[in-house]
């Protein structure tokens, strides 16, 4: 048993009975009022606590950080509600998970206010708790090594989230909803069954590092390139692509879809006057064929195409675009414009892209 100043208080892997824990705790706390300096750290890792201490319900109304690490816990009582300006909880690896594991109310109480960093990997939880989901200034949320089949679209409401740490659960799907945390800087998604990265990932403009490690991964969306701040990315163990691949499945457009592309590509006018309000949204929803040598448009129907892009004069990433037709992929679809080959142009396509933009990228 150690105490480290004044404002922590180590009381780590004790040999002695939770009961033992309880009532030193208790001469503790009431050794604190009064006192000059508040406790505002308290370490509680390693000592078979099957639930949290009764002195935690009003002896450390300052505590800033509670560490209940490596120890039995089923369930967060009541107790931790008292801890009014809690900042930090570490809670990672004991048995949580099951019904009541946090305590009712938690997304009232005023650790909605002040908890900004929560681990509690290494557990039990099948799902992200619904309360969890109310703790508006959360900047850290660790997840890991429990047993997630899902990350539900409610994780948009943690906006001041940085860090989320979701590796090494049974996650399939990454919800589109995930890019509307603005401060986002690390995402850890490894070890997961993950199969595919939705594009709207492109909008964490503040995403420093994305590990996607050891998922089921073949291929990424091209709009990750729009990550500019983006400096590592870990892919490594994913069943990527192994050479180019070209998928033409093509259902012919719509005479809707050829009629909105031949005014977008002829740049036909038209005022809202003009035509009713479905068409003019319609319309608006044109996205532009990728290839260079094409101006063409898209709205519903486009082919689905994988292509290598070098980054850092080291690895190649295959990155999904779409295109407007079977045309534009075809090798002798460029044939008449140039002599060099398909693979050659792709390689110019490729040495256009900036190598700053990934400064760091980990296949192995």
Known sequence: ???????????????????????ELEARAEERRGAREALLRLLLPHNRLASLPRALGGGFPHLQLLDVSGNALTALGPELLALRSLRTLLAKNNRLG??????????????CRSLQVL??????????PASLLGLRALQTLCLGGNQLQSIPAEIENLQSLECLYLGGNFIKEIPPELANLPSLKY?????????????QLSQLHSLRSLSLHNNLLTYLPREILNLIHLEELSLRGNPLVVRFVRDLTYDPPTLLELAART?????????????????????????????PKCGGVYFDCCVRQIKFVDFCGKY?????????SP????????ASHSSTSQSESDSEDEASVAAHRMQKVLLG
Not at 98 to 111: H, N, T, V, Y
Not at 189 to 194: M, T
Not at 272 to 280: A, Q
Request: aromatic share 4%.
């Open 1 to 23: 048993m150690e105490e480290a100043g004044e404002t922590e208080l180590n009381l780590s892997r004790l040999s002695v009975p939770p009961e033992t824990l309880e009532s």
């Open 98 to 111: 099951g019904p009541g594991a946090l305590p009712k109310g938690l997304a009232q109480s005023p650790l």
């Open 119 to 128: 681990n509690l990997s290494g557990n039990c939880f099948q799902e992200v």
């Open 187 to 199: 995402l850890v998604l490894c070890d997961n069954k993950i199969q595919s990265v939705p594009p």
């Open 263 to 291: 005014i977008k590509i002829r740049n036909i006018s038209y005022t809202p006057y003009d035509l009713p309000g479905n068409l003019l949204r319609y319309l608006s929803l044109a996205s532009n064929c990728p290839n």
């Open 316 to 324: 190649r990433l295959p990155l999904m675009h779409y295109l407007c």
């Open 327 to 334: 045309e534009c992929s075809s090798p002798c679809s460029s």
